[in-house]
């Protein structure tokens, strides 16, 4: 009998579609090919106790938006079956996107998850602001989780939450062994880290936090151990269905933990996501990997000159990423014209009151 831990943590899974890939994304894949997935990490998956992800899309079959918006980054009820028989059992439900749909479609989807014995973090029904853990006990441990959406705020709030997280904390350490904090935050686009956010994280770490692995940037961003703790600041995309190569490379971070003293270890094995929005293991990307850890390790002990030149590289690498996006989106959007054609004007209307076209 294996005595250790293993839990592999995962960034975003996202099994609907985007704008640009409506009709042609994960979840036609899924409907229309049959698709599984998951098909070349569940080998992976059923070799762990637990297995992390945050979820990128809303489960349910309730939307309070209309056509074509209301089928964007929304999966119905019954792809929690794809959730389950893959062996994901626990889910971040704090990010961006878990309330697009409004909170019917919200109260759905954590009710189904949880029915469904697929363990939910983060936000739920009652609780907004995560403020008690979801306690996990494996093998006589206790592993204890808290997730928070940081992305799309201002500093000032981005700061007046961290401090909040930091009293639920020291409030709330003693009840776990090992604490996990997931966090949706940093800049989109980027495989580095801008040193604000990791030294929020490594204040984070030193308050009492175990693993600290992150999601939102939709690439990764590499991992080490700081201070005899895991972290991750982005393990990227898992599964999305965004094709722009550098939003593909990915990873499962494999965590083990030893009951008997908390020790931690962990390896980190990359992943490509292919064409069908699958992610297959490819050794062969591991030096790239190795860089995006070295890049972090130089982040996290720079001084402050250093710091100045990280924090714009990683915002170039951003605006750049954001721009290659928005190109990515009005390409496709006119190449597939046709699958939007009945509702062109509503796109229009839409696009220009939040006062842009795309």
């Not at 936000?123 to 940081?150: A, C, M």
């Not at 090992?178 to 770490?205: D, M, Q, R, T, W």
């Not at 600041?233 to 965004?242: A, E, K, R, V």
């Not at 293991?281 to 860089?291: F, G, H, Q, S």
Request: aromatic letters at 12%; one cysteine or more.
């Amino acid at each position: 009998m294996n005595k250790k831990i293993n839990i592999n943590f995962v960034g975003d899974i996202m099994l609907g579609e985007v704008f640009e890939n409506y009709k042609r994304g994960v979840k036609s894949s899924i409907l229309k090919k049959k698709i599984n997935p998951f098909e070349y990490c569940i080998n992976e998956f059923e070799k762990s106790d637990l297995n992390i992800a945050n979820l990128e899309c809303v489960l349910s079959n309730f939307s309070n938006r209309e056509m074509p918006f209301s089928e964007l980054l929304r999966i119905p009820t019954c792809f929690v079956e794809i959730l389950k028989k893959n062996k994901i059992n626990v889910l971040n439900l704090a990010n961006n996107h878990t309330l697009d749909h409004g909170i019917e479609a919200f109260n759905e989807m954590y009710n189904i998850l949880n029915d469904h014995g697929i363990k939910t973090f983060g936000i739920s029904i009652n609780d907004f602001f995560q403020t008690k853990p979801l306690i996990v006990k494996i093998k006589g441990t206790n592993i204890g989780f808290f997730g928070y959406n940081l992305s799309n705020i201002s500093d000032d709030e981005l700061y007046k939450r961290i401090f909040k997280i930091i009293e639920i904390i020291r409030k709330e350490r003693k009840s776990v062994d090992i604490l996990v904090l997931s966090l949706h935050f940093g800049y989109e686009y980027s495989n580095i880290p801008a040193p604000k956010f990791v030294e929020i994280c490594k204040k984070l770490i030193k308050e009492g936090t175990d693993i600290l692995y992150g999601h939102h940037s939709h690439q990764l961003q590499g991992v080490l151990k700081y201070e005899g703790k895991i972290f991750a600041p982005s393990l990227g995309n898992f599964i999305f269905d965004n094709k722009l190569r550098e939003n593909r490379l990915t990873a499962i971070l494999k965590v083990t933990i030893n009951p008997a003293d908390l020790r931690m270890n962990y390896e980190i094995n990359p992943y490509y996501i292919n064409d069908d929005f699958q992610p297959q293991r490819k050794i062969e990307y591991l030096p790239k990997v190795n860089k995006l850890n070295c890049i972090l390790k130089s982040i996290v002990n720079s001084n402050y000159k250093s710091e100045k030149k990280w924090h714009i590289k990683a915002n170039m690498k951003s605006q750049l990423g954001h721009l290659k996006n928005r190109i990515r989106m009005r390409l496709m959007f006119i190449f597939h014209i046709n699958n939007y054609n009945p509702y062109i004007l509503k796109i229009i209307k839409n696009k220009i009151k939040n006062g842009k076209l795309f």
